[in-house]
């Protein structure tokens, strides 16, 4: 036989070999405690309640928005559209996020927010997610308490307030009539106060000489 | 890190790119290996050339031992990499039907490109016969769908129906390639001495 031959057997055999013992190494797709650390000191995954607001108002196709709480709550009041994904549910006794959610949790060019009565519960599911590596995670900042206080229930801004803070004023009360439906009461812009009318008095002709 | 496409390393985009480049290193290796001969690929079934057989083994071979060894460099996730799923009526039923067209035209359908593209007139004729193959599956279709789609098992790999670590099963097959090379150069030393 030919040496070349001979020196590719002897090759093969001592790499086989090798693989043989060879650990199967296991890909974690989760992140490492850095990468993980930078994510949280980020503020970028919060949005602002005004931002989906206005992307549920636009019917944006790419939102996806979940709500973490019980499914009680999530009964008696949610955002529109919103899927119900309590917190609890969410990983199973050995802590592991079953693939089923995570088919829900990532799809391809939507953006998911998360989102709790207040920011703590809907952070603690972004949190586990991004560990996961799951891309395009939000949490919605406030959470429903502030939902209601600045979309459903907006306060009207200080006489003094700058023209943004009138014109945010003005989006969201559209957004409010637009979240409740007729049952908002449309104040008018400044309290009518009674007008006093001034009379002119009457000019009196004069009469008579001297 | 890899797959590289997967896991975003290189955008889907490119892919088609990538299929070129690859495409033409491939047409280039087979022929330099001599697989646009259709003498040389039907030399398989009579004994007299397995240069086919051992082309593919080492090639297997590489890609094996390549791929354990990436593994464990952390190179590439093989969770990650595509595979083919497994239809086990079309496979048998489809590889008799290649067999058969193996032997009786001398090339397989990659191998006929090359030799298309190195101008042998054999080879154009088993091109022309691929495409009305082509069209007359396509038209049939309907017909033999229950073949087609027949035995389906998924994605399934050697490994994990045997329920063997890719490692040892590198090790086996390098051990039958071995095998594989020293028989057919035996085969092949009887069938010239007949010859003679």
């Given at each position: 036989?030919?040496k070349k031959?001979?020196?590719v057997?002897?090759?093969?055999m001592?790499?086989?070999?090798?693989?043989?013992?060879?650990?199967?190494?296991?890909?974690t797709k989760?992140?490492s405690?850095?990468?993980?650390?930078?994510?949280?000191?980020?503020?970028?995954?919060?949005?602002?309640?005004?931002?989906?607001?206005?992307?549920?108002i636009?019917?944006?196709?790419?939102?996806?928005?979940?709500?973490?709480?019980?499914?009680?709550?999530?009964?008696?009041?949610?955002l529109?559209?919103?899927?119900?994904?309590?917190?609890k549910?969410?990983?199973?006794s050995?802590?592991?996020?079953?693939?089923?959610?995570?088919?829900?949790?990532e799809?391809?060019g939507?953006?998911?927010?998360f989102?709790?009565?207040?920011?703590?519960?809907?952070?603690?599911?972004?949190?586990?997610?991004?560990?996961?590596?799951?891309?395009?995670m939000?949490?919605?900042?406030?959470?429903?308490?502030?939902?209601?206080?600045?979309?459903?229930?907006?306060?009207?801004?200080?006489?003094?307030?700058?023209?943004?803070?009138?014109?945010?004023?003005?989006?969201?009360?559209?957004?409010?009539?637009?979240?409740?439906?007729?049952?908002l009461?449309?104040?008018?812009?400044?309290?009518?106060?009674?007008?006093?009318?001034?009379?002119?008095?009457?000019?009196?002709?004069?009469?008579?000489?001297? | 890190?890899g797959?590289?496409?997967?896991?975003?390393?290189?955008?889907?985009?490119w892919?088609?790119?990538?299929?070129?480049?690859?495409?033409?290193g491939?047409?280039?290796?087979?022929?330099?290996?001599?697989?646009?001969?259709?003498?040389?690929?039907?030399?398989v079934?009579?004994?007299?050339?397995?240069?086919?057989?051992?082309?593919?083994?080492?090639?297997?071979?590489?890609?094996?031992?390549?791929?354990?060894?990436f593994?464990?460099?952390?190179?590439?996730?093989?969770t990650?990499?595509f595979?083919?799923?497994?239809f086990?009526?079309?496979?048998?039923?489809?590889?008799?039907?290649?067999?058969?067209?193996?032997?009786?035209?001398?090339?397989?359908?990659?191998?006929?490109?090359?030799?298309?593209?190195?101008?042998?007139?054999?080879a154009?004729?088993?091109?022309?016969?691929?495409?009305i193959?082509?069209?007359?599956?396509?038209?049939?279709?309907?017909?033999?769908?229950?073949?087609?789609?027949?035995?389906?098992?998924?994605?399934?790999?050697?490994?994990d129906?045997?329920?063997?670590?890719?490692?040892?099963?590198t090790?086996?097959?390098?051990l039958?390639?071995?095998?594989?090379f020293?028989?057919?150069?035996?085969?092949?030393?009887?069938?010239?001495?007949?010859?003679?």
């Amino acid at each position: 036989m030919n040496k070349k031959y001979i020196l590719v057997i002897a090759l093969a055999m001592i790499l086989a070999t090798g693989a043989l013992f060879l650990p199967d190494k296991q890909f974690t797709k989760e992140l490492s405690p850095d990468k993980l650390f930078f994510k949280i000191n980020n503020p970028s995954r919060f949005i602002s309640t005004d931002i989906i607001a206005k992307k549920i108002i636009d019917g944006d196709p790419a939102l996806q928005l979940i709500d973490v709480r019980s499914s009680d709550q999530y009964k008696a009041y949610s955002l529109p559209g919103a899927l119900n994904l309590p917190l609890k549910e969410l990983m199973d006794s050995s802590g592991n996020i079953s693939d089923e959610w995570i088919d829900y949790l990532e799809v391809d060019g939507m953006s998911t927010i998360f989102f709790s009565n207040g920011d703590i519960c809907a952070d603690q599911v972004w949190i586990l997610c991004t560990r996961l590596g799951l891309k395009n995670m939000y949490v919605m900042k406030g959470g429903l308490n502030m939902w209601v206080e600045t979309i459903l229930k907006p306060q009207r801004p200080a006489e003094s307030a700058s023209s943004d803070e009138f014109a945010l004023f003005d989006f969201r009360k559209g957004a409010s009539q637009y979240f409740r439906g007729g049952s908002l009461v449309i104040e008018s812009e400044v309290a009518a106060e009674p007008v006093l009318q001034v009379r002119k008095k009457k000019k009196t002709v004069v009469e008579g000489g001297c | 890190m890899g797959p590289l496409i997967t896991q975003g390393y290189i955008d889907p985009e490119w892919s088609n790119l990538i299929a070129l480049i690859l495409g033409i290193g491939f047409g280039f290796v087979l022929e330099a290996s001599g697989f646009s001969s259709s003498r040389k690929l039907a030399g398989v079934f009579y004994g007299y050339d397995f240069t086919v057989i051992r082309v593919f083994m080492t090639a297997i071979m590489v890609t094996l031992i390549g791929l354990v060894y990436f593994n464990y460099m952390v190179w590439i996730d093989l969770t990650k990499i595509f595979i083919l799923p497994t239809f086990l009526t079309s496979v048998i039923v489809g590889g008799v039907i290649m067999g058969f067209g193996f032997v009786m035209g001398g090339y397989c359908p990659g191998t006929s490109f090359t030799g298309v593209a190195i101008g042998k007139l054999d080879a154009l004729f088993f091109t022309a016969g691929l495409y009305i193959g082509i069209f007359v599956f396509s038209s049939a279709f309907p017909l033999i769908k229950d073949i087609y789609y027949g035995g389906e098992l998924g994605p399934v790999t050697l490994t994990d129906t045997f329920g063997i670590s890719k490692g040892l099963f590198t090790f086996l097959f390098v051990l039958m390639s071995i095998a594989a090379f020293i028989v057919t150069s035996i085969i092949k030393k009887k069938v010239k001495k007949a010859e003679l």
